[in-house]
């Protein structure tokens, strides 16, 4: 018997396999250029004699609950440092605005300044993942108090930060009525967190990957039904098996999405469902196809063999009988 060919079957099997190492080339390309080009250094600069250099440097972004824990460290105190030694002349108070926990903190007199821990309080919508963004608007104010009246000192902001999955940016915004100086509202940083491209092509190609599952099993099941293929009832446990594969795909979406986003009603949900469909359907086909078990067999067959039997048995009791009344 000759084997049968399927037509463009070799071709369809190149374009799969190119198109997988296209994509995993994209993927690899876009995390080494993340890695190598995200980094932000913006504190490189000579420090301003006239005010006080403050760096911001993000350690990390929890979009679940929009916060962003980043490190403040004042790097010179300009006008208020000792030339000799570059430590405070005088107290030093640092107002930070848009934070989650104390505002404000003092750096005594020839003390040398420790990061202070920041959690700043971000806006976004964590169920756009993988496409939201968190802001939040920093103003920071530095003072000295001079004869009991706290006096404003300069302040210039920089930044660096080097987060994995995540880019960030920066730019001046006018300010709000929060922090007003002189009657004048303080100028504010506006600072934007959003996902790497190489974590949104990674939870894009996983989503993908959901939706291939239901197409196989779909397309397995509905073969099987049709009567094209012979149904094996062990492909009901491989239609289950993918189905409860689901969930790890899901949970394995960088960033954990809360249940609830955009792509469970777009994706998960219906992947869950194709699923269910194709194993309703092989369940249908195995009904539809396969033979019968072997009590339904021994049952039939057990019938017929009791009705021929019982044939015999009441032919041999006419048979004594008249034989009996023949002797009579």
């Known amino acids: 018997m000759n084997r049968r060919s399927v037509p463009g079957g070799r071709a369809l099997v190149i374009v799969i396999v190119a198109a997988f190492a296209v994509l995993y080339g994209v993927v690899v390309a876009l995390y080494a250029w993340h890695e190598r080009n995200t980094t932000v250094e913006g504190c490189n600069g000579e420090a301003p004699a006239d005010a006080v250099l403050i760096k911001l440097t993000p350690e990390s972004v929890n979009a679940s609950t929009d916060r962003i824990v980043t490190n403040l460290e004042v790097l010179s105190f300009g006008p208020i440092g000792a030339d000799e030694t570059g430590l405070l002349t005088e107290p030093l ?8 926990g104390p505002r404000t903190f003092t750096i005594a007199q020839d003390e040398i300044p420790s990061p202070q821990s920041v959690n700043f309080i971000t806006t976004g919508f964590i169920e756009q993942w ?5 802001t939040v608007d920093i103003a920071v104010v530095s003072s000295r108090e001079v004869d009991g009246v706290g ?3 300069p302040t210039v902001l920089c930044g660096s930060a080097h987060v994995p999955g995540w880019d960030f940016s920066s730019q001046e915004v006018a300010g709000t009525s929060e922090i007003v ?3 004048q509202p303080v100028t504010q940083v506006q600072i934007t967190a959003t996902r790497s491209g190489a974590t949104i092509v990674f939870g894009i190609v996983i989503l993908v990957l959901m939706t291939v599952l239901p197409v196989i099993g779909l397309t397995v099941a509905i073969v099987a039904y049709r009567g094209l293929r012979k149904v094996e009832a062990t492909l009901m446990s491989w239609l289950a098996a993918m189905l ?3 969930i790890p795909l899901r949970t394995f979406l960088p960033g954990s999405p809360p249940i609830g986003s955009w792509v469970d009603y777009l994706v998960v949900l219906w992947a869950v469902a194709g699923l269910v469909l ?11 196809w ?4 072997a009590r339904a067999s021994v049952d039939g067959a057990g019938a017929v063999a009791v009705a021929i039997a019982a044939a015999p048995a009441a032919d ?3 048979s004594s009988t008249s034989g009996d009344g023949a002797a009579d």
């Open 130 to 134: 993988p496409f939201d963004a968190h």
């Open 181 to 183: 100086i002189d009657g």
């Open 151 to 153: 006096e404003v000192i």
């Open 93 to 100: 108070t640092v107002l930070v605005s848009d934070t989650d």
């Open 290 to 293: 396969s033979t019968p078990g």
């Open 244 to 246: 409860f594969a689901t």
């Open 278 to 288: 194709a194993l309703v359907i092989y369940v249908r086909a195995w009904l539809r």
């Open 316 to 318: 041999a009791v006419d």
